[in-house]
């Protein structure tokens, strides 16, 4: 058996939208919020494998712009998880090569959250190994709308290469590999413009349960496919 991904075919970006941390806890008659805590932890965990794999970027769908009208407890419960999951980030900053940035907008939250997210990036500005964003009050129209505002505030002619230049991730190339857990088939308002040529995997698996095998396994299939960009 293969315990490693061909890295001629390594995706240079992948983006993943970690669906099904509820149905995770409903399973196991936790709290959802429980199964949130599951999938941070699960995120910390394949960020380092993804990293050893030799990957450069991980973006991931942490908070969209649509969860504001979950439940409160809910909500709060995600923007606790982000406080102590940012907070061991910078604790672990010295020891750490990853790169962490964000996507989305962040002024939606209370400045003790985004004062951790300045340090982060500040902290992690030079690193060199992993490049994860973490899109966070984000959507992919919300985004484009900002960008293109911003644009025509500034009177500048509105095309691809502006455009791309305007949005919140730039100079982050796009992502190839697009995974999705917990057997949903869409895109839910992420990455709406970035996403046009990547591959898309769909896998029912719940993210706390998507393990280093089936990372893996989401590799392979990558490694497989013909990318044409549209060209023959
Ligand atoms: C979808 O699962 C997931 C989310 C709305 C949030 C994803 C967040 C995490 C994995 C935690 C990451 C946190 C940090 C701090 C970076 P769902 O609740 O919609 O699952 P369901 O479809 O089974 O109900």
Same mark, same amino acid.
Not at 44 to 71: C, D, F, H, M, Q
């Given at each position: 058996?293969?315990?490693?991904?061909?890295?001629?075919? +390594?995706?240079?970006?992948?983006?993943?939208?970690?669906?099904?941390?509820?149905?995770?806890?409903? #399973?196991?008659?936790?709290?959802?919020?429980?199964?949130?805590?599951?999938?941070?932890? %699960? *995120?910390?965990?394949?960020?380092?494998?993804?990293?050893?794999?030799?990957?450069?970027? &991980?973006?991931?769908?942490?908070?969209?712009?649509? %969860?504001?009208?979950?439940?409160?407890?809910?909500?709060?419960?995600?923007?606790? *998880?982000?406080?102590?999951?940012?907070?061991?980030?910078?604790?672990?900053?010295?020891? %750490?090569?990853? #790169?962490?940035?964000?996507?989305?907008?962040?002024?939606?939250?209370?400045?003790?959250?985004?004062?951790?997210?300045?340090?982060?990036?500040?902290?992690?500005?030079?690193?060199?190994?992993?490049?994860?964003? +973490?899109?966070? %009050?984000?959507?992919?129209?919300?985004? +484009?709308?900002?960008?293109?505002?911003? &644009?025509?505030?500034?009177?500048?002619?509105?095309?691809?290469?502006?455009?791309?230049?305007?949005?919140?991730?730039?100079?982050?190339?796009?992502?190839?590999?697009?995974?999705?857990?917990?057997?949903?088939?869409?895109?839910?308002?992420?990455?709406?413009?970035? &996403?046009?040529?990547?591959?898309?995997?769909?896998?029912?698996?719940?993210?706390?349960?998507?393990?280093? #095998?089936?990372?893996?396994?989401? &590799?392979?299939?990558?490694?497989?496919?013909?990318?044409?960009?549209?060209?023959?």
């Amino acid at each position: 058996m293969r315990t490693t991904v061909d890295s001629r075919a +390594l995706p240079q970006h992948v983006a993943i939208i970690m669906d099904g941390n509820g149905r995770w806890a409903s #399973k196991r008659l936790l709290p959802h919020n429980a199964g949130h805590r599951a999938g941070a932890q %699960n *995120l910390r965990k394949l960020s380092e494998e993804i990293e050893r794999l030799g990957i450069k970027y &991980l973006t991931v769908y942490a908070l969209s712009t649509e %969860n504001w009208a979950r439940p409160e407890k809910e909500v709060q419960g995600l923007i606790k *998880l982000m406080h102590e999951y940012f907070q061991q980030y910078i604790d672990d900053s010295k020891k %750490n090569d990853m #790169k962490l940035t964000f996507i989305g907008d962040v002024s939606r939250f209370e400045p003790d959250l985004r004062q951790k997210i300045e340090t982060l990036k500040t902290l992690t500005k030079e690193k060199k190994g992993l490049h994860v964003t +973490l899109a966070i %009050n984000y959507g992919a129209r919300d985004e +484009l709308a900002r960008a293109a505002r911003k &644009l025509a505030e500034e009177g500048t002619y509105i095309d691809e290469e502006t455009l791309t230049r305007t949005l919140d991730g730039f100079p982050t190339p796009d992502p190839d590999l697009l995974i999705r857990t917990g057997g949903e088939m869409r895109l839910s308002n992420f990455m709406l413009w970035q &996403l046009a040529y990547a591959e898309m995997y769909f896998t029912d698996i719940l993210w706390p349960d998507f393990g280093k #095998k089936d990372l893996n396994a989401a &590799l392979e299939w990558f490694g497989g496919r013909a990318r044409r960009f549209g060209g023959r």
